[in-house]
């Protein structure tokens, strides 16, 4: 309100404020430029396969063990604007993969290895599409019912 305010509405703030003793000049100050520094992010999104992303993140193994073998999976490097679920290592980035499993549901998996690998790995050529996940991985293992699952009973796979 303080930047959109009327004339009469910052009056009435001013008011309030100097009732209560509250120190508002720092709203009175040109706010902060934006950092110079850019962020630095891989241009594109990268299919691969479950293979690829077991050897990448070996701690979403549940999940990619139930990703359909036949099929390429996308993977994209987290922005910027995005929340991030590890503490910040250097050289380690975190990554949404659309995952296809192997009943045709498609989840959003996190996951996080090293930049490197993902810079390494070649692009796609044309465009993806993004697709609207059917639900996030932390509610697909929710409804995962371990004992009746075939493929976690096969510990080879």
Same mark, same amino acid.
């Given at each position: 309100?303080?930047?959109t ?8 703030? @001013?008011?309030?404020? /100097? ?5 508002y000049?720092?709203?009175?100050? %040109? ?5 110079k520094?850019? @962020? !630095? ?9 479950a293979k ?5 993140? %070996? ?14 999976h996308?993977?994209?490097p987290?922005?910027?604007? /995005? ?22 549901? @498609? ?10 690998s ?5 692009? !796609?050529?044309?465009a ?8 996030d ?7 995962? /019912? ?10 080879t796979?």
């Amino acid at each position: 309100m303080w930047e959109t305010g009327s004339a009469e509405q910052l009056a009435w703030l @001013v008011a309030q404020f /100097e009732a209560l003793g509250y120190d508002y000049s720092y709203l009175e100050q %040109p706010p902060s430029p934006a950092p110079k520094k850019p @962020v !630095r992010r891989s241009p594109s999104p990268k299919t691969v396969d479950a293979k690829t992303l077991l050897r990448l993140d %070996p701690t979403a193994a549940l999940e990619i063990r139930h990703a359909d073998p036949g099929t390429v999976h996308v993977l994209i490097p987290r922005g910027p604007d /995005e929340a991030r679920l590890h503490p910040v290592e250097p050289g380690m980035s975190e990554f949404n993969c659309l995952l296809r499993m192997i009943d045709g549901e @498609v989840i959003i998996v996190h996951l996080r290895f090293a930049t490197a690998s993902f810079d390494t790995s070649p692009a !796609r050529r044309r465009a993806l599409r993004w697709t609207t996940p059917d639900r996030d991985a932390r509610l697909w293992k929710q409804d995962h /019912e371990d004992g009746r699952c075939v493929i976690c009973a096969d510990e080879t796979r």
